[in-house]
């Protein structure tokens, strides 16, 4: 894998249209109240995707030392990438209930 290139600027989620602000600690990826996401990188923050798909939010899995990570798949070509969710920050975290729905009933 490349080297990550940091990106964590404003977006407007084009699922659900919230304006979604940048992180506090690391990139925001995803939208913190739909959860969905865009299938726009190869490599973290390259933009370098040609696919440009909505990535799902499909279910939540815990990673021992990435914490909760909601996985995503592209409804354009059904590749599946892992996020890490946002839910300790002060500026927008996830949706709570969205993440607990996602754990109860994965697709």
């Given amino acids: 894998m490349a080297a990550f290139i940091r990106r964590n600027e404003p977006f407007t989620c084009a699922h659900c249209g919230l304006k979604v602000e940048p992180a506090e600690r690391t990139c925001r990826n995803h939208c ?13 923050g390259d933009r370098a995707n040609p696919c440009g798909g909505l990535m799902e939010p499909v ?19 059904g590749q599946e990438t892992r996020n890490i969710a946002l839910i300790d920050v002060a500026v927008q975290p996830d949706d709570r209930e969205r993440l607990y729905e996602l754990m109860r009933n994965p697709r």
Wanted: aromatic share 10%; hydrophobic share 20%.
């Fill in 32 to 44: 913190p109240r739909c959860l969905y996401s865009m299938h726009v990188d190869v490599d973290p």
């Fill in 59 to 77: 279910r939540v899995e815990y990673h021992s030392k990435k914490g909760y990570q909601i996985v995503h798949r592209c409804t354009r070509c």
